[in-house]
Structure formats: C-alpha cells, structure tokens
C-alpha cells in the first residue's frame, strides 16, 4: 500500500509561533535563546499546540479588537466510546493510562494537521481547525486527522478495551473568549453542536461527516451514505456521512 505524505509527516517544532505570525504577522520566538526573555515575561508554548504560544490563547481580544470573530473553520469531536462500562472494568490507574494514551493519539494526529486541541473534557476531545493557525485546507486536514487518529487508538496495547467515535463539521464559526469571571478561549456556534452530535451518533470506530462537509470535500475522499440522523437538539433530521479515506 502507498503512504501517504499526511501518514508519515511529523510535527517539526517551530521557533517562532504559528499562530502569532498567521493572525498578526509578528514574529514570536518559542524556542531557542530568543524565546528566553518572553518566558521571563510569561509567555510560555500553549498547551492547545507545541507551535502556539499563550498569547494566542489568553490575549485574544487585546488582539483582535473583539471578543469574539466570525470565520470559516473546521471542527472535531472524538470521543472513547463505553466510558461507563470501561470505568467499572478498569481501576482508576488503568483508565487515566487509557484515557491519557487516546489524548495523546488524539493530540499528534490533530497537532501534525495544525489544528489546536481546543479542550479535553472527560472521555471527549474537542479540536479546532484554522485558527490561530490558517490553513486553507482546514476541513481536509480535520477529516485526516480523524482517520489518522481512529487507525493510531486501534494500534495501541489497550486497543481491544475502547472504541472511538469522530464527528466532524465545518462552516462559519465563532471564536474568541466566553465569560467574564473565568475567561476562556473556544470556539462556539451551530457548527460545533452539530459538531458533538455527530460524534454522539457515530459509530466505533467511524469518523462522521456532515452532508455539507461531504460536499465540500467532493471526490477528495470516499465516503458512505447519506445517513438520515434525528439528533438531540436539531430540529429537522440531517444526513451524515461515514468517511473511509482521503484519496
Ligand atoms: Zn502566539
């Protein structure tokens, strides 16, 4: 079988940060003695990509004059599929090696695509694409990372305890920061509920698409469907696609 340059490309850790240079065009050093007098200021490599830096994430209005911006962007949801029942099966140091090995998988196939990983909450990952780092692509590299991820979490040693679940969408977003007392940098709008629900409806192991998504993605990728969801919280029903592999 051919690789394919995305199965063998890995993070190259960069000295300025990405998402300073994409958003603002200002170099930020990261790593290397240039990064030494902004660590003494604070500035630190975020912990939502090794290539970002706190600025991104904690200064966003200073930056952008808002709140909160509109833009196109692609975001992901995975999530461990039988928690509950995995809780009861495993100790508790079992399932934080468990869960910590599918954050990592989760964390470099999303990271290698220049997504961020936004948030990480319980058995579930949240992922945005195309901010602060900007890529065109943002919806391809989504649907790569959720393929690259599934096929990482079946090679791990506890693969045959857990299965996962991918639902991916994309569209207008909002992001910036939410609340006043505990600011915090997301990513919020129809797009990513609908977003979650697809991860909720997925099958193990399936990375589920929008319609939209297959659409745009066009023969990029081969896919099966249309599959008619009635999805908590959505009103009429939508029709969602399993995606097999990028082409
Ligand atoms: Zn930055």
Redesign the pocket.
Known sequence: MLMKEWETMPLTEAFL?????D?MHVP?P?RGPLAFPLRLAG?RV?RMHPN?????ETQFEKVKGAKQLLMSGSVLFADVRGYTNLSERLDSVEMANLLSAFYAECATAIWERGGIVNKLIGDSVFAIFNF?IRHDDHLQRAVEAGLDLQRRCRALPQADLFDVGVGIHTGEIAVGEVGQLCRDFTAIGPVINLAARLQGAASPGEVLVSAHARDQLGRAVEARGPRELHLKGIELPVNAYAVQAVR
């Open positions: 940060c990405q998402g300073c240079w958003q930020v990261i500035i975020s970002l830096c706190t600025i991104c602060p």
